[in-house]
């Protein structure tokens, strides 16, 4: 976010100013992240989509969620398939995980906690951790989620130092899919993702250390900020009729 853009890193967590619009698409995320979360850890599936149903409240926005929610049961089944193939040891779901500027693990919310993340999901099995991040929104490449999953490894790789290999996974649950990157060996993470890391936390610092700058893009549409924003709201304006138009109409 400081990277991408230093004036929302402001407004969320410098200024902490609370978000003036929440966008359909976050609460949607929200509720269906809730009834995996909900059904995954042993609620039946019906009660755990009433229950994230039932916080949202716009027609749209539910029938969305009914839409995604179908792609619930095929994953936990997927799941429980994965966990049997695999004999897992251990299931993380939601699971807090907090490194110290020395990368050596410490508690979530830890004065110490240099850098924090929370997986959706984890399994445990053997001398390997196979971590699932769920994505409710379209299908896209890119770095963000790259970045994600790694930082997520650098975590895990500090909390579990028995975990040799390393399989990291997006949940894509429009498409009922589940794309794993190739597997990490625990000298990758340390060789090349804690030192990418680290970069990217200087980065993002120095892109912020100048004050909330705006870096206006494709994401303002998205942003929960953009009615208090100056460049998006420079960005906003009503159509210009001409005189001509004027008299058509």
């Known amino acids: 976010m400081a990277l991408r853009c230093p004036r929302l890193f ?25 009834a995996l979360e909900d059904v995954l850890l042993g609620t039946p599936l019906a009660d755990a989509t009433t229950k994230a149903r039932a916080a949202l409240t716009d027609e749209l926005e539910q029938a969305r969620f009914d839409q995604l929610g179908t792609g619930i049961e095929p994953f936990v089944q997927r799941i429980g398939q994965f966990r049997r193939r695999r004999r897992v040891q251990r299931q993380l779901v939601e699971y807090g995980l907090a490194v ?11 004065g110490d906690a240099f850098f924090r993340g929370i997986l959706d999901a984890g399994y445990l099995f053997d ?18 989620m790259t970045d994600q999953l790694e930082g997520y490894a650098v975590l895990a790789a500090a909390t579990w130092r028995s975990v040799r290999t390393f399989w990291l996974g997006v949940h894509w649950v429009a498409e009922r899919s589940v794309e794993w990157m190739k597997p990490l060996e625990a000298h ?11 970069d990217n936390v200087e980065a993002a610092a120095l892109a912020v250390d100048d004050g909330p700058r705006t870096n206006p893009g494709p994401w303002c549409d998205r942003c929960a900020y953009r009615t208090v924003c100056p460049s998006s709201r420079e960005q906003r304006f009503e159509p210009v009729l001409y005189e001509e138009e004027e008299d058509d109409l």
């Open 188 to 198: 990758d993470v340390h060789e090349r993702l804690i030192p990418a890391l680290l």
């Open 10 to 34: 402001h407004f969320r967590y410098v200024e902490k100013v609370p978000e003036p619009e929440v966008m359909p698409e976050a609460r949607i995320g929200k509720a269906v992240h809730a």
């Open 100 to 110: 110290r500027e020395d990368m050596t693990a410490t508690q979530f919310y830890a």
């Open 127 to 144: 001398d390997t951790l196979a971590l699932v991040d769920h994505k409710t929104g379209v299908r896209w490449v890119g770095s963000g």
